[in-house]
């Protein structure tokens, strides 16, 4: 049983996000405030994964902002893990040297992020933009106010993106800007080609995780997710409850799916 999950508003949450009738706990504190919850049917959940295989979370966040979530205090540990929208692997919580080896080969056949960055210069200080960040030097988001911002303030940019091997994504308040080949389904072929694994489950919730469910032999999206904003592929199952229900719901699937499929193998 190999599970690769996205983390923020598919297993964990934000105060905005919480579930009152579910039982949690702070899973994440940052400048002393506590930011992020887990329930604790999904920790048994992922515990159980871990019993029977891997749970390999799966996630946008840099690997210094995963590390922030504090799943040691929970009794859980992950052998692997994906970060940085695929631009890290990590082994034991170490950066693994064979993945980023290839990413380089990937940045090669993108514009640098040196140039892409300074070609946005002028568009930091449009109206409705609030944050700026670069990602480990892979990429790089801004953090918009959509009452003051439209994404059309940025067509120009946008527009040219293709031609110099690069995306960009709306994932909530954020958009984010990246090389074409760095993203979490890449770093997910390339770990299960490493570990030996043809078949895998996979769950998501926005935009940035559509590749990643395309690739899963089995694939779930959370109720609430923006991806249900489109047209997704059938195979695609979509949790009946939203928030901390709906992970759980989702874990409990995987979970009985594999106890069913050893008892007949």
């Not at 329930?39 to 979370?57: A, N, R, V």
């Not at 940045?107 to 930091?124: G, P, R, T």
């Not at 990246?178 to 072929?189: M, R, T, Y």
């Amino acid at each position: 049983m190999i599970v690769f999950s996205d983390l923020d508003r598919s297993v964990i949450y934000s105060n905005k996000f919480l579930d009152t009738d579910r039982e949690y706990e702070n899973i994440e504190i940052y400048n002393g405030k506590e930011i992020s919850y887990i329930s604790l049917e999904t920790i048994k959940h992922i515990k159980k994964i871990q019993e029977d295989g891997l749970f390999i979370p799966t996630t946008t966040r840099t690997a210094e902002q995963f590390q922030r979530i504090d799943f040691p205090s929970k009794n859980i540990k992950f052998a692997w893990a994906i970060t940085s929208n695929g631009g890290t692997i990590l082994k034991d919580n170490k950066v693994f040297d064979g993945w980023s080896k290839e990413v380089k080969r990937i940045l090669k056949n993108a514009c640098s992020i040196d140039k892409m960055v300074s070609n946005f210069e002028q568009y930091k200080s449009l109206p409705g933009v609030t944050n700026f960040k670069i990602a480990e030097n892979l990429f790089f988001y801004i953090v918009v106010d959509w009452n003051n911002f439209k994404v059309n303030m940025i067509e120009e940019y946008t527009s040219l993106l293709d031609s110099k091997g690069w995306i960009f994504y709306i994932s909530g308040r954020k958009i984010y800007f990246l090389p074409k080949g760095v993203s979490k389904e890449n770093a997910i072929s390339y770990l299960a080609n490493h570990i030996g694994v043809e078949k895998f489950s996979v769950i998501g919730d926005s935009t940035m995780d559509w590749g990643m469910l395309n690739i899963g032999h089995t694939s779930y999206v959370l109720k609430h997710g923006d991806l249900l904003n489109y047209d997704i592929d059938k195979k695609i199952i979509v949790s009946d409850s939203e928030g901390m229900i709906g992970s759980e719901e989702v874990l409990s699937h995987i979970i009985d799916q594999f106890n069913i499929e050893k008892a007949h193998a």
